[in-house]
């Protein structure tokens, strides 16, 4: 038990020194004694325990982060890279260059980057058990690094969106999007954590649903894609350092009506 203890300490410090670099004291991670969550069973006696603090005025540690869990779904591969039904990869992958996250980590069968967006702890995920199985590693980590529901941001396409579309949400359903419906299901049945849809369209005509899902972008699609990646990055930005305020409300309203020409 001191060896994997020694692992960890040295681990959870060389991850974030350089994301913590205003803090003084050297170990910036702290390990906590876990119960149950979300239904995972207890594996060990200790869980990561993500924290960041500033000092105040008088170099006190007084203001504390809690992280974030931001989650692509989509399905690896690819066979799959570029399709409609993996743009909440391509988000994860915009986040992780503008933010300078490495994605270099597989942890709960899935791919995880740890860093930053300010002074707040963020993990970046992309589940590679496939679409279908995504909560298999939500659930997981969630509860490996104490992330609460309110800080879990699921990004994933949605039909009923035009495409390029985004809208940013404090909770809700599955909407029959099976990886949604897997990730509820690995917490407990919950649907009280945020989301972003990244809007698809829906299919022309009686085409089959899979086949639209599994297919590419058109040009002119894409760069709609693009575009929304782009936004999405900022909004993700803000939601993390700001929470659901105004801005969210007039996000969604821009988004909605983005394509509307007047």
């Known amino acids: 038990m001191f060896f994997i203890s020694l692992w960890i300490n040295i681990f959870c410090y060389v991850c974030f020194r350089s ?7 050297p170990n910036t991670c702290i390990l906590c004694p876990r119960s149950r969550c979300f239904g995972q069973r207890n594996r060990g006696s200790t869980r990561f325990c ?10 006190e540690f007084k203001v504390e982060y809690t992280p974030w869990l931001v989650v692509g779904l989509g ?7 570029g399709t409609r039904h993996n743009v909440g990869f391509e988000m994860i ?10 994605l270099n980590t597989i942890q709960s069968k899935a791919l995880v980057g740890i860093g930053a967006i300010g002074e707040v702890p963020i993990l970046l995920a992309k589940p590679q058990a496939y679409m279908n199985f995504s909560g298999e590693s939500v659930g997981p980590l969630a509860a490996y690094y104490q992330v609460p529901l309110r800080h ?7 039909m009923s969106l035009p495409n390029g579309v985004l809208r940013l ?13 897997s990730v ?10 945020p989301r972003l849809c990244i809007g698809i369209g829906n299919p022309p005509g009686a085409m089959d649903m899979k086949a639209y899902l599994l297919q590419k972008f058109s040009p002119a699609e894409r760069n709609q894609i693009n575009e929304a990646l782009e936004q999405g990055v900022e909004a993700v930005r803000t939601l993390v350092l700001n929470g659901f305020n105004q801005k969210t409300t007039r996000f969604n309203l821009g988004q909605k009506y983005k394509h509307h020409k007047v």
Do not use: C, T, W
């Open 19 to 25: 994301m913590l670099h205003a803090i003084s004291v």
């Open 50 to 59: 993500l924290r960041a603090s500033l000092p105040d005025n008088n170099g």
């Open 75 to 81: 399905n690896p591969g690819n066979k799959y890279h």
């Open 93 to 102: 992958d915009q986040i992780s260059q503008s933010e300078g996250i490495a």
């Open 152 to 158: 879990i941001l699921l990004i994933y396409d949605e």
């Open 169 to 181: 949400q404090p909770k809700g359903g599955h909407g029959h999007h099976n990886g949604v419906k």
């Open 184 to 193: 509820m299901g690995h917490l407990d049945g919950s649907r009280e954590f």
